[in-house]
């Protein structure tokens, strides 16, 4: 039985505009313990599809399983086994961290569960700060507090709704390696972001969104292989001529273009040279998760999506 199993999920919201369809029949299944990631551009559906998945909004067709237990009907059980780190900084701003963490507890019908939450505190490194008024604590801080109250009751499957968006290097590592951990141990991990390196070194299989439907599902390694060619990455200070801006990505300082093969690397290049850009820190590299997103969303149109996908393969 899958983690999750989406079944043709259509959302469609009522707008001053008239109706808007932000899931098209969206359909596919984790797996037990696999670390998937959810991508796609702002709006393309994510958090709605969460949303959907931890019972806060509503299909308007199709259903979601988690476990098998259906997040309408079966409610309670299918919200008992999700842990849900929202993407808002949501608390309660009266209670202290051990507070919130008891209160959580005592909503899923857990007592004494102060062994597990010492545990969650120094994983997360909120040790010094369990007396701590949630109002007092920094926006990371406050961060690590929803992670801890999203897995307090050991929930199998943890879902994370942009979980690093603007934390520091440091909690982004802790977080990571204690979500590692809990993923080794057997939990299912379903991540978005918008941190692409992050959901490269982390998810075996990704699924990308735009405008609500699927238009990329496969493992990893297999969507690294689709991009083609190389990136020829420099750094400069100035500008690009019109026929090379026009195929670059530029940020900051840094220019990626996309090359096929060598003949391509010489033109760009020789182009270069004859425009006078100061190149530094050249390099040509394979193309990352980045340029797999970019070619998916400039080109693909949606995968063939049947009433309900069988199980998907994956491989060990
Ligand atoms: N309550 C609502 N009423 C009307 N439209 C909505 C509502 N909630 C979301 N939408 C729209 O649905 C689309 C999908 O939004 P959603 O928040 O799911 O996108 P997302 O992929 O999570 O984006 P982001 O990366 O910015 O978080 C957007 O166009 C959004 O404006």
Known sequence: MPAVSFQAVSK??????????????????????????????????????????????????????????????????????????????????????????????????????????????????????????????????????????????????IVLDEPTAGVDVELRQTLWQFIARLNQEGHTV???????????????RIAMLKNGQVVALDRTSALLKTASGNVLQFKTGSPLPAELAALARVTGRIVQLPAHDALEIERHLATLRAAHVDVQDLEIRRPDLEDVFLQVMATASPLPQPERIERIEVAA
């Open 190 to 204: 379903l991540l978005t972001t918008h941190y692409l390196e992050e959901a490269e070194a982390l998810c075996g």
């Open 12 to 157: 469609t919201f009522a707008t001053a505009k008239g109706p808007f369809q932000a899931l098209d029949k969206v359909s596919f299944d984790i797996e037990e313990g696999e670390f998937f990631g959810l991508l796609g551009p702002n709006g393309a559906g994510k958090t709605t599809l969460i949303s959907i998945l931890a019972g806060l909004a509503r299909a308007s067709s199709g259903r979601v399983l988690v476990q098998g237990s259906d997040t309408q009907s079966d409610f309670a059980t299918a919200r008992r086994k999700l842990g849900v780190v929202p993407q808002e900084l949501v608390f309660d701003p009266f209670f202290s961290v051990r507070e919130a963490l008891r209160f959580q507890s005592g909503y899923f019908g857990i007592r004494h569960n102060d062994t597990w939450i010492d545990e969650l505190l120094y994983h997360l490194g909120l040790e010094d700060k369990a007396q701590a008024n949630m109002r007092q604590l920094s926006g990371g801080m406050k961060r690590r507090v929803l992670v801890a109250l999203a897995l307090v009751h050991r929930p199998p499957i």
